[in-house]
């Protein structure tokens, strides 16, 4: 089970993700004769995490770039459905072979229906996948959807067989991080963009099934990186969000065969022309290092806005989580940050119901929760993954326990982030001005450092001046736990 107030990294398996469809529907734009009656068209789910959403833009870059194809949100009108999993938790996982066993029912009508799994789930569960669900034509990992042309050229080979004889193609090796260099030149809309950093986990907490399905840590060369976040930048982009799942770990080769590491990366990016802002997502507090912290006394361009994932407030619980820290060690991080930046907002992942936590582990937990005052927070009831050394442990709490404890924790959360959203209200705060709200077309809407959105009315004739700068705004009111709304008082840049 999973809850939380907002989380813009979790996405629901039914949601379709349109973030990509900018890039694709520019491509056809710049060549009308593309969008013929022939050209195929491709509908979308993400599970998961911030990373599955760029992998998913990526797999939608691929198909418009190779064969042409465009997006749709209209799984009727699709020639290709493609389904981007996670595997993280159980719950995400059943949803895959049911959402499945509904596209199967399209395929009966429709046998041309070309139907990929791709992701997480696809990387652990691959042949599993291709005897569970016969009908699937391609089945990749997100270290190989780059080959997702290839495997649609291969799937497209086996329309010429009966339908009881074709067999799935199937991709889930971790070719190193070859990935990166297949992929097209990125195209955007709008003013902000992930780029991803690293791929894979190796810091193998106990639950986790990142570093089996996404591999080992593997960073991407810093003249790469660097190179997609000018484009970005010269295409407008001003927020950049360095994605990995644990990006302090990055250690990015340069040039001259010397190793970068996060925060000389942070300084880099900062010098390009055009970005305003950074963020990252997300960090181990075991390699959140004193260069890192440095950085924000140094870089205005961070937003004072952390992310920094602790899972628990028990040493004991910690310790078989195999995080390799203390409570004290996350603390010391956490106010170090405080003395250089007091403003900032902080927000962390939990565990509720790890093999073993007690009344007291559990106690501790929402303890450090109501002490750091988190400005929001993701949590989860501990989801035992098969291959895991966690799953070996025995789990004497009953779920009734851990659904109350979760309960009472997401109401910590959800107490904290409406106070911090209630104390902006006479405060000035920084925003990166996005578009003319849907529903009020007199008012620009942004996003504040610590992700609140914040809605100001504007005069029209300023609206060039203002899409795309960062502001400040006075906040005058509450809108909602995640919104408020101001006064423009001064562009910044
Ligand atoms: N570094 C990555 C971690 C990816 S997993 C990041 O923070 O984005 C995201 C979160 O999912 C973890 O921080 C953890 O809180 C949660 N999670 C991972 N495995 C889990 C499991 N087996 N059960 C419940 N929650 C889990
Ligand atoms: Fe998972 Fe721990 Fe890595 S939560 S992604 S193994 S830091």
Redesign the pocket.
């Given at each position: 089970m999973?809850v939380s107030v907002f989380d813009p990294?979790i996405t629901d398996a039914s949601a379709k993700t349109d973030v990509t469809a900018p890039a694709i529907n520019a491509l056809v734009e710049t060549n009308p004769e593309i969008a013929s009656a022939a050209t195929k068209k491709v509908f979308i789910t993400t599970q998961g995490?911030?990373?599955n959403v760029y992998d998913s833009d990526k797999m939608l870059d691929v198909l418009g770039d190779s064969h042409g194809m465009v997006v749709t949100q209209d799984i009727d009108e699709a020639d290709v459905l493609l389904m981007n999993t996670c595997s993280?938790?159980?719950k995400a996982q059943e949803k895959v072979f049911s959402e499945l066993g509904r596209w199967r029912k399209l395929k009966e009508k429709r046998p041309d229906l070309v139907i990929g799994v791709g992701g997480c789930v696809a990387s652990q569960e691959g042949d599993n996948i291709q005897k569970r669900a016969p009908y699937v034509d391609m089945i990749f990992g997100p270290q190989t959807l780059h080959r997702l042309p290839e495997l649609y050229d291969q799937s497209s080979e086996q329309r010429n067989i009966a339908p009881k004889n074709r067999i799935g193609t199937i991709d889930i090796s971790f070719p190193s991080i070859e990935k990166f260099d297949f992929l097209p030149e990125p195209k955007v809309e709008g003013y902000k963009a992930f780029v991803s950093i690293m791929e894979g986990?190796s810091?193998y907490?106990s639950?986790?099934?990142?570093p089996y399905t996404r591999g080992e840590e593997l960073s991407r060369p810093l003249d790469d990186v660097l190179a997609e976040i000018d484009s970005l930048a010269a295409q407008g982009i001003r927020e950049i969000n360095l994605l990995?799942?644990?990006v302090n770990g990055y250690r990015g080769e340069k040039d001259d065969g010397s190793i970068c590491r996060f925060a000389e990366l942070l300084h880099y990016v900062s010098h390009i022309d055009g970005v305003e802002r950074i963020r990252y997502?997300?960090?181990?507090p075991l390699e959140f290092t004193d260069d890192i912290i440095d950085a924000y006394a140094q870089l205005p361009e961070l937003v004072s806005h952390l992310?920094l994932?602790v899972?628990s407030g028990s040493n004991n619980i910690l310790a078989a989580m195999k995080r390799n820290h203390t409570i004290d060690v996350y603390i010391n991080q956490i106010n170090k940050l405080k003395a250089i930046r007091p403003d900032i907002y902080l927000s962390s992942?939990?565990?509720i119901g790890?093999p073993g936590e007690t009344d007291q582990d559990f106690q501790d937990t929402l303890n450090l929760a109501k002490e750091l005052n988190f400005d929001h927070s993701?949590?989860?009831?501990?989801?035992?993954?098969p291959g895991?050394p966690?799953a070996e442990l025995p789990d004497n709490v009953s779920f009734t326990t851990k659904k109350e404890r979760l309960a009472e924790f997401q109401q910590v959360i959800i107490d904290s982030t409406l106070a911090k959203t209630h104390e902006m209200v006479g405060t000035t705060t920084r925003v990166l001005v996005e578009q003319v709200a849907d529903r009020h077309p007199d008012c620009l809407i942004g996003t504040a450092d610590n992700t609140r959105t914040v809605m100001f009315p504007y005069d029209m004739e300023q609206i060039d001046q203002l899409l795309g700068k960062i502001v400040n705004v006075r906040v005058t009111d509450f809108v909602s736990p995640h919104m408020v709304k101001g006064e423009l008082e001064a562009v910044l840049a």
């Open positions: 999973s990294r995490c911030q990373m993280i938790r159980e986990c810091k907490c639950f986790c099934v990142v990995g799942q644990n997502t997300t960090s181990h992310h994932p899972q992942d939990f565990i790890f993701y949590s989860f009831i501990y989801s035992k993954r895991t966690a």
